[in-house]
């Protein structure tokens, strides 16, 4: 019995799994590229943003290196 219900079970799981990939292939491309589009630009925001805060004056290795070059 249990060896059943586990094909049975599987069957199910076969099943349910088949329909989320007839979605994908039936998902439009100027939709898919859309999400691209704006995952890319989310991305590029992201490092823009890491960099500025890189960049920042205040920044203790700055002032510490600055700090050196007055002193000599």
Partial sequence: MGVLEVAIASLIWARRGEQPRDELYGTDIGQFLGR???????????????QIAAARPDDPKI???RTVAEAN
Avoid: Q
Avoid at 36 to 50: H, R, S
């Fill in 36 to 50: 691209m589009v704006v995952a890319l630009a989310v991305f590029a925001a992201v490092i823009t943003g890491l």
């Fill in 63 to 65: 002032i510490a290196d």
